[in-house]
């Protein structure tokens, strides 16, 4: 939930790859579709919250996470409710920008979350959280990365801005597996900033890729702990 990138393809398509950078001793269910609130969402599940980073909803949207706002914050002994469950509910609303603009995140640990929504033609938003006040405003239909505040310095996040700006410039059309590689570099740079990250407590655990192709929808899934890469359509 900690680096994300966004790749719009034209003609409402586009590739968003997300990397969590988590302890390795939170345990995680791969990908599944449930039914909440009458809504099928599908999304790898967060064992200890219930929440996810990262998921697809049957109201042609997808959701993506990342912990922190624009900088690293003081973390609070508790909150009234875990961020990955506002993924949830946003992935389950009738009306995800309506529920963002209604919702009070007080009490909420600050976030940054991605909206992509496709109901109507493709629309990409982001949401900051700072745990004060939300900023809620539609992307241009561009590439980009997001690196977690909690986790990477504003240096820290040139650096990989630098770097995915590399990549663009070495591939002028976009493929899901040219992006997963770079999202699975842990040669760039230091151990402790690269893409696919490791640090004493945290570590890159899992990618998470969602390509959209006309009505075509696909999943893949690498779990970097169990050695394991899974893909399936979404239906």
């Given amino acids: ?7 719009p393809l034209g003609c409402n398509n586009f590739i968003l790859t997300s990397n969590r950078d ?9 990908p599944k579709k449930y039914i909440e609130n009458g809504v099928g969402l599908t999304y ?5 919250s219930g929440g996810t980073w990262i998921g697809l909803s049957d109201k042609k949207r997808l959701v ?15 909150y009234r ?23 009070d995140f007080l009490g909420i640990e600050p976030f940054t979350i991605i909206l992509v929504d496709w109901s ?37 996040k040139q650096l990989r801005k630098n770097w995915f700006l ?12 040219e992006i997963l590689k770079f999202h699975k570099n842990d040669t760039i740079g230091t151990q402790d900033v690269s893409l696919k990250m490791k640090r004493s407590l945290v570590e890159t655990v ?20 169990e050695k394991s890469e899974t893909n399936q359509q979404y239906s």
């Avoid at 899992?206 to 702990?225: G, H, M, P, Q, R």
């Fill in 64 to 78: 993506c996470l990342l912990n922190g706002g624009f900088k690293n914050h003081k973390k609070k002994s508790s």
């Fill in 22 to 30: 988590e302890t390795p001793l939170r345990n995680t269910i791969k």
């Fill in 120 to 156: 109507i033609e493709l629309v990409t938003y982001e949401l900051v959280w700072d745990g004060l006040k939300k900023y809620f405003q539609k992307l241009p239909q561009e590439p980009k990365i997001w690196s977690s505040s909690t986790l990477y310095t504003n240096k820290m």
């Fill in 206 to 225: 899992s990618t998470t890729s969602v390509i959209k192709e006309d009505s075509n929808i696909a999943i893949s899934y690498i779990d970097f702990l």
């Fill in 44 to 48: 790898p599940k967060d064992e200890l």
């Fill in 166 to 177: 590399n990549w663009l410039a070495q591939n002028k059309k976009f493929y899901q597996k």
């Fill in 1 to 7: 939930m900690c680096t994300v990138t966004y790749l």
């Fill in 81 to 103: 409710m875990s961020r990955g469950v506002v993924v949830k509910k946003i992935l389950a609303s009738e009306d995800g920008v309506a529920l963002i603009n209604n919702f």
